[in-house]
């Protein structure tokens, strides 16, 4: 009998965005309610603030009180662990990003997703000792981590063989500037669909929406889906991982657009 599939969480980047104002939040919302608005209509958000500065335990208490049951967060890593000539030297900094508090989200805590600059090129050697640097766990909570390179350096079977040994899930992006890694390499998957466009009404063309609800379909039953790029020497094992979906542009007007078209279409 085939396996049950795992979840899957379909969202946004962030919830304080004054455009969606009156297209995504309804007129005369109070802003303090918005975060609690999103959470109903979507099913995980990708909390970015945590990428520029760090926040108390009550802040993360807070947020997963905002959300109902069986919501899920993303927690995007400090920019001083990623933007580092010597990965390797970040373990300060990861520790002291992993124990602000964020464990506060409970349930309610996804991966860690930790994003480079375009800049960074795959350095084995480097990288493997960042990854190693990567908690399993914090306050007794178990972590997940994943990274979003943007290098054409790491389109290697390499890099992705580093991840799966540290059981590290690589972010696949759509997106028009970057490289796309498809290959699975952690217990979850991780997509960022980044080329949308505030033009279209659905964030991408509604036409290429069910080719995304299947892959995600795909990836939440365990397997690859077909056309795209992947890199290992070998395919993932089938499993059912719980899988993510970010609508993420330039100019994000859309993005809850997209993701709520996505969200009827999982069903």
Same mark, same amino acid.
């Given at each position: 009998?085939?396996?049950?599939?795992?979840?899957?969480?379909?969202?946004?980047?962030?919830?304080?965005?004054?455009?969606?104002? &009156?297209?995504?939040?309804?007129?005369?919302?109070?802003?303090?309610?918005?975060?609690?608005? /999103?959470?109903? /209509?979507?099913?995980?958000?990708?909390?970015?603030?945590?990428?520029?500065?760090?926040?108390?335990?009550?802040?993360?208490?807070?947020?997963?009180?905002?959300?109902?049951? &069986?919501?899920?967060?993303?927690?995007?890593?400090?920019?001083?662990?990623?933007?580092?000539?010597?990965?390797?030297?970040?373990?300060?900094? @990861?520790?002291?990003?992993?124990?602000?508090?964020?464990?506060?989200?409970?349930?309610?805590?996804?991966?860690?997703?930790?994003?480079?600059?375009?800049?960074?090129?795959?350095?084995?050697?480097?990288?493997?000792?960042?990854?190693?640097?990567? +908690?399993?766990?914090?306050?007794?909570?178990?972590?997940?981590?994943?990274?979003?390179?943007? *290098?054409?350096?790491?389109?290697?079977?390499?890099?992705? /063989?580093?991840? #799966?040994?540290?059981?590290?899930?690589?972010?696949?992006?759509?997106?028009?500037?970057?490289?796309?890694?498809?290959?699975?390499?952690?217990?979850?998957?991780?997509? #960022?669909?980044?080329?949308?466009?505030?033009?279209?009404?659905?964030?991408?063309?509604?036409?290429?929406? +069910? *080719?995304?609800?299947?892959?995600?379909?795909?990836?939440?039953?365990? &397997?690859?889906?077909?056309?795209?790029?992947?890199?290992?020497?070998?395919?993932?094992?089938?499993? +059912?991982?719980?899988?993510?979906?970010?609508? @993420? *542009?330039? &100019?994000?007007?859309?993005?809850?657009?997209?993701?709520?078209?996505?969200?009827?279409?999982?069903?």
């Amino acid at each position: 009998m085939p396996a049950t599939p795992a979840p899957i969480r379909v969202g946004i980047g962030g919830w304080t965005f004054e455009p969606w104002r &009156g297209t995504f939040y309804p007129d005369k919302l109070p802003q303090k309610r918005e975060l609690e608005y /999103a959470a109903a /209509a979507l099913t995980a958000i990708e909390i970015n603030g945590t990428y520029y500065s760090t926040f108390k335990p009550a802040s993360f208490a807070g947020w997963a009180a905002a959300a109902p049951e &069986g919501f899920v967060y993303t927690v995007k890593g400090s920019r001083f662990v990623t933007n580092r000539k010597v990965l390797a030297e970040a373990g300060e900094s @990861i520790a002291r990003f992993c124990g602000q508090g964020l464990t506060e989200l409970g349930d309610k805590l996804g991966p860690i997703f930790w994003q480079f600059m375009a800049t960074k090129k795959f350095d084995a050697e480097d990288f493997g000792a960042f990854l190693k640097l990567l +908690p399993a766990a914090q306050d007794g909570v178990k972590l997940r981590h994943a990274v979003q390179v943007r *290098h054409d350096s790491f389109q290697t079977p390499e890099f992705v /063989a580093l991840c #799966r040994a540290a059981g590290v899930g690589i972010v696949f992006a759509d997106s028009p500037q970057y490289p796309a890694i498809a290959d699975v390499s952690g217990d979850f998957v991780y997509a #960022r669909l980044e080329a949308g466009e505030d033009d279209n009404p659905f964030c991408y063309p509604e036409a290429d929406l +069910p *080719h995304w609800v299947e892959a995600a379909r795909t990836w939440a039953a365990g &397997g690859q889906p077909e056309g795209l790029p992947t890199f290992a020497a070998e395919p993932a094992p089938v499993q +059912p991982r719980e899988t993510f979906v970010f609508f @993420i *542009h330039g &100019g994000k007007v859309r993005a809850p657009a997209g993701a709520q078209a996505f969200l009827r279409r999982l069903g």
